[in-house]
Antibody, heavy 117, light 113 residues
Framework: QIQLVQSGPELKKPGESVKISCKAS????????MHWVKQAPGKGLKWMGW????????TYADDFKGRFVFSLEASASTANLQISNLKNEDTATYFC??????????WGQGVMVTVSS | DIVMTQSPSSLAVSAGETVTINCKSS????????????LAWYQQKPGQSPKLLIY???TRESGVPDRFIGSGSGTDFTLTISSVQAEDLADYYC?????????FGSGTKLEIK
């Protein structure tokens, strides 16, 4: 069956960096784009951007340009999200999601990133 | 960006009742090329990741109970849950993927009395 398995929770200090992974299985990784979605505690869903898993080209939402980097380890069917210079407002759960024309077909379980001094 | 306005923000119903959640987009989501509305509905149960319920405004994802019904076209869409069950306790989000950036509604919290 199709699965997106994300890495574990992270506790970081302001100014540090974090890298989150999303390992896909059960389908051809390069056939579907991978999107990233942020959910702050008690809040709704916010689209961060996506990466073309065939070409590796990332696209970022306006609010996520600069400190956020999407990357791939295509040989391992893994998409990564790296956030640098962490701020308190980055405290959130980050989801990866497999995308098709019909919407987000599958989601990872989410990674809780806590930024606190 | 297309703004998705979802209502109500929360509602509480008894099991067996019917629930209607509304979603309005600031621009039409209807493609003139294929006459499809690029609107999806997601269910997020407490502590879980979202799950796709409905796509293209009215098509149920495989395995989704038929008490979940999506309807609407253009800018006005509805998710109807008939005969609500206790397991339907969740947050529900609409999302447009007609144009970039994809945008979500603010969510509707469904509580069961």
């Amino acid at each position: 069956q199709i699965q997106l398995v994300q890495s574990g929770p992270e506790l970081k200090k302001p100014g540090e960096s974090v890298k989150i992974s999303c390992k896909a299985s059960g389908y051809t990784f390069t056939d579907y784009a991978m999107h990233w979605v942020k959910q702050a505690p008690g809040k709704g869903l916010k689209w961060m951007g996506w990466i073309n898993t065939y070409t590796g080209k990332p696209t970022y939402a306006d609010d996520f340009k600069g400190r956020f980097v999407f990357s791939l380890e295509a040989s391992a069917s893994t998409a990564n999200l790296q956030i640098s210079n962490l701020k308190n407002e980055d405290t959130a759960t980050y989801f990866c999601a497999r995308s098709a024309d019909s919407g987000y077909l599958d989601w990872g379980q989410g990674v809780m990133v806590t930024v606190s001094s | 960006d297309i703004v998705m306005t979802q209502s109500p923000s929360s509602l509480a119903v008894s099991a067996g009742e019917t629930v209607t959640i509304n979603c309005k987009s600031s621009q039409s989501l209807l493609s003139s090329g294929n006459q499809k509305n690029y609107l999806a509905w997601y269910q997020q149960k407490p502590g879980q990741s979202p799950k796709l319920l409905i796509y293209l405004a009215s098509t149920r994802e495989s395995g989704v109970p038929d008490r979940f019904i999506g309807s609407g076209s253009g800018t006005d869409f509805t998710l109807t849950i008939s005969s609500v069950q206790a397991e339907d306790l969740a947050d529900y989000y609409c999302q447009q993927h007609y144009s970039y950036p994809p945008t979500f509604g603010s969510g509707t919290k469904l509580e069961i009395k």
